[in-house]
Structures are given as structure tokens and as C-alpha cells.
């Protein structure tokens, strides 16, 4: 299937960058399939927004106006703002036509009603967000787009 670029949280390609200093790595042929052509765009949002591996647990405490507070009580917002828009920046520039964030995350998840900072900026300006539970969508939505551009052409 000649696949789109897709953003992909950097932890679940096996890098560690989580706040812990792990990684989320998971396997899936669609993945592998991604990875061998060359249609894999890495990010983390947060290590993007100047925060360090590893660093303290982050949480969403408020929405409106968001504030992102991290377990030594730290204010991250910034970082956590910054990170969303430079990664909604290089969705954008390498042409990607959706995302595979990691779940439950304060800058990646897609939980309908409370996504992640940088998911939701993805949201916002038109880019599909799935988790790593969703790569079955993930798949039906690449075999859609790929289908909708044969017929265009």
C-alpha cells in the first residue's frame, strides 16, 4: 500500500523519552510497514517543547486557560504549549495526514473531551489523532486516503 506520512509519538518507535526515561514501544506490521518506507515523522511534544529525559510527571489541572503543572509543582505550560505547536509545525511541514500518539498522555492522548495538548492542537487544524489502540483505524484511514487520492489523480 503506498502510504502518507504519519506523525508517530517518538516513545512508541522505542525511544526514551518519556518523563520516566522509558519508551512505549510497540510492534505492528502497519508500523514496520511505516517505518520501511520511509513515511515515519518521530516526535515527542515535550522533549520538542525543551523539557528533559527524564523529568516530573506532568499533569492537565486546568483547560481554560490550560495549565499544565508537573509533580514538583513546576508551571510547564509553556513547554508543554510550545512542544504542541512545534510539533503541529512539523506535521505540517513533511505533509502528514494523521498521528499515532501515545494514549493517556498529557501531550498525546486523544480521549474525546480531554486530549493532550499537542493532540489537540493536531485536532484543531485538521489532523487525525489515533493511539496505539487505534492502529486498526489508523490502517482503514491510510487504505481510505490512499483509495481517495487514486481516484483524484
Known amino acids: 500500500m503506498p502510504v502518507s506520512k504519519v506523525l508517530v509519538s517518538a516513545c512508541l518507535l522505542g525511544d526514551a523519552v518519556r518523563y520516566d526515561g522509558r519508551d512505549n514501544q510497540i510492534f505492528h506490521p502497519l508500523l ?14 515535550e522533549v520538542l517543547g525543551g523539557l528533559p529525559t527524564p523529568r516530573p510527571y506532568a499533569e492537565i489541572v486546568q483547560r481554560f486557560p490550560i495549565q499544565i503543572i508537573a509533580s514538583d509543582q513546576t508551571d510547564v505550560t509553556d513547554e508543554f504549549v510550545t512542544g504542541a505547536e512545534l510539533t503541529l509545525e512539523l506535521a505540517q511541514k513533511h505533509g502528514c495526514v494523521a498521528a499515532l500518539m501515545k494514549a493517556g498522555s498529557p501531550s498525546c492522548g486523544n480521549k474525546a473531551g480531554s486530549p493532550g495538548v499537542a493532540a489537540e492542537e493536531l485536532l484543531r487544524h485538521g489532523l487525525p489523532v489515533f ?3 487505534q492502529i486498526g483505524e489508523l490502517e482503514s484511514f491510510l487504505l481510505q486516503s490512499t483509495a481517495d487520492l487514486a481516484i483524484t489523480a
Open 32 to 45: 514496520q510497514e511505516l517505518i520501511d518506507e520511509n513515511a515515519i515523522v518521530p516526535a515527542c511534544p
Open 131 to 133: 493511539n496505539e489502540d
